[in-house]
Nanobody
């Protein structure tokens, strides 16, 4: 069982930056695709960015060029660097492990995906 604990959520002004962290413990030696999802106001939880087993990254269109997903395999930490934040980025951000990653850029959570508890990001205008 993988345990995921996010941190780094905060309130910032538009244009600012934040870096979220996700500490992975438990079955941490299992190499899986890992991703960040978010739930914004009135919306279902949706993918933000993913790093696959080979270290390749993919992003949803709305954050391309602003957000960067990375991982420190030695420390078992997943990161999300968020720059040029916008009010519409406000939401709860979730770290996820065992995310499905298909050829062609398709990635999604399924019943086997494991989740952290979430960390709140608030961006004010």
């Amino acid at each position: 069982q993988v345990m995921l604990v996010e941190s780094g959520g905060a309130s910032v002004q538009a244009g600012g930056s934040l870096k979220l962290s996700c500490k992975v413990s438990g079955a941490a030696n299992v190499v899986t695709s890992m991703a960040w999802f978010r739930r914004t106001t009135g919306q279902a939880r949706a993918g933000v960015g993913i790093v696959d087993r080979d270290g390749n990254t993919r992003y949803t269109d709305s954050v391309k060029g602003r957000f960067t997903v990375s991982k420190d395999s030695a420390k078992n930490i997943l990161y999300l660097q968020m720059n040029s934040l916008k009010p519409e980025d406000t939401g709860t951000y979730y770290c996820a492990a065992k995310v499905v990653c298909r050829p062609g850029g398709v990635w999604y959570a399924d019943a086997l995906t494991q989740w952290g508890q979430g960390t709140l990001v608030t961006v004010s205008s």
